[in-house]
């Protein structure tokens, strides 16, 4: 039973009854109405498939006044038809609610209309007291089409999500050496199937939290199309570059790095990605804590991670016997040969930045020499010692 008085209950029933016959001048009205307010609906070329959803709606909108619904129909199944419809069509939701307003609007006056013209207002003053009811049902019914407008768009979205991670898995593997498939993943990731590109590896961290900040908008605000995917173990980044310096993507994108982030060197097209996600996962391993590695700036800390036999072979090569002094010893050696390493071998400037004497630093250095048995002004041995001292740190 309805929650009006008997009056109401039977003015609806009666108007709602003489409404079915009029649908189809409702729904014209009802649709030119919308045309004038909400003109997406005619440059999406939709008229005359919202002429049909207006008359359905309309129809099953005075079933439900009429006490009309045919049995076993939901009352709002035409409105979840609607919400799906229009979340595949790509309406705005705002836009299909102010139609639903107005055909409230419609309808009201509608049963207004067939009081006064077919039995002389006879039930204008019972409609004042169905007014409320009458709007609950487009509320009802509004209610019913944002539901299914919802879930059919968290649907389209993990549809279309599905297929953009599947696009770049299928990248990643090297597919884009098909033509066809190259063209679908352009479109799909709405970015240049051509032109320079970088690619960025951020690894997710055992914590959970995530490497990277908003690098989307960051990228945005420089005039650079991006697009992101967040995957088990890293999320993944493809930055086209269009005209624009790789620079000014790197300066972008080191205020997000929150954890390891790596980025390849430009790469050529979509059809690269392979390789420039290999190089980006590359030169993220190189970092032992939160950062932007570029793996052209890290290329020996590169071929020493993606070469993990090879590190405890280049530390004891390198070091010799220096690793066996004590811990007190073994320290400041290291950070003496470091820092003669990173000025050319020169004790002078290495002293300037050990805050100490010239000729203690020239001890040091022989005590480093006799024990690597390695000479510091060989380029050789230098490259060797400054690999060793690089596989040292990765392996602390």
Do not use: K
Not at 216 to 235: C, K, N, T
Request: proline residues 6%; aromatic residues 4%; charged residues 25%.
């Amino acid at each position: 039973m309805r929650p009006l008085p008997d009056e109401s209950s039977e003015a609806l029933r009666v108007l709602g009854g003489v409404l079915l016959d009029e649908v189809d001048g409702l729904a014209d009205r009802l649709t030119v109405m919308v045309l004038q307010r909400e003109p997406v609906y005619a440059e999406l070329d939709m008229v005359e498939e919202l002429r049909g959803a207006c008359r359905v709606n309309l129809e099953r909108g005075v079933q439900v006044l009429a006490e009309q619904v045919p049995g076993g129909v939901d009352p709002e199944d035409t409105s979840r038809q609607t919400g799906r419809r229009r979340a595949r069509q790509g309406v705005p939701l705002e836009v299909v609610l102010r139609a639903y307003r107005l055909g409230g609007r419609v309808m009201w006056e509608a049963l207004l209309g067939a009081s006064r013209g077919r039995f002389s207002g006879r039930y204008d003053d019972v409609l004042l007291d169905a007014a409320s009811y009458v709007w609950r049902v487009n509320d009802s019914s509004s209610s019913a089409l944002v539901e299914a407008y919802r879930l059919e768009e968290l649907r389209l979205q993990s549809h279309d999500l599905s297929r953009r991670h599947a696009v770049l898995d299928g990248l990643i593997e090297g597919r884009g050496s098909d033509p066809a498939f190259l063209r679908d993943a352009a479109t799909v990731l709405g970015l240049p199937e051509r032109g320079p590109v970088l690619c960025v590896v951020a690894p997710v961290e055992p914590s959970g939290e995530d490497p990277l900040r908003s690098p989307q908008e960051a990228l945005s605000a420089h005039g650079l199309v991006s697009s992101w995917f967040l995957r088990p173990r890293d999320e993944v980044g493809v930055v086209a570059l269009a005209a624009r310096p790789h620079e000014v993507a790197l300066d972008a994108l080191r205020p997000c790095a929150e954890g390891r982030v790596g980025v390849s060197p430009v790469v050529d097209g979509l059809g690269a990605i392979d390789a420039g996600y290999r190089m980006a996962h590359t030169a993220a391993r190189t970092l032992s804590g939160p950062g932007l590695a570029v793996l052209d700036e890290r290329l020996p800390e590169a071929l020493l991670v993606d070469s993990p036999e090879l590190v405890p072979r280049v530390v004891r090569t390198a070091l010799g016997s220096l690793l066996d002094l004590p811990v007190v010893d073994r320290d400041m050696l290291l950070e003496t040969l470091q820092e003669l390493l990173a000025h050319g071998g020169s004790p002078t400037y290495a002293a300037a930045a050990l805050f100490c004497h010239r000729n203690t630093v020239i001890y040091r250095m022989r005590r480093i020499e006799a024990a690597t048995g390695r000479s510091i002004g060989d380029p050789r041995d230098r490259l060797l010692l400054t690999l060793g001292v690089m596989a040292a740190r990765m392996g602390a």
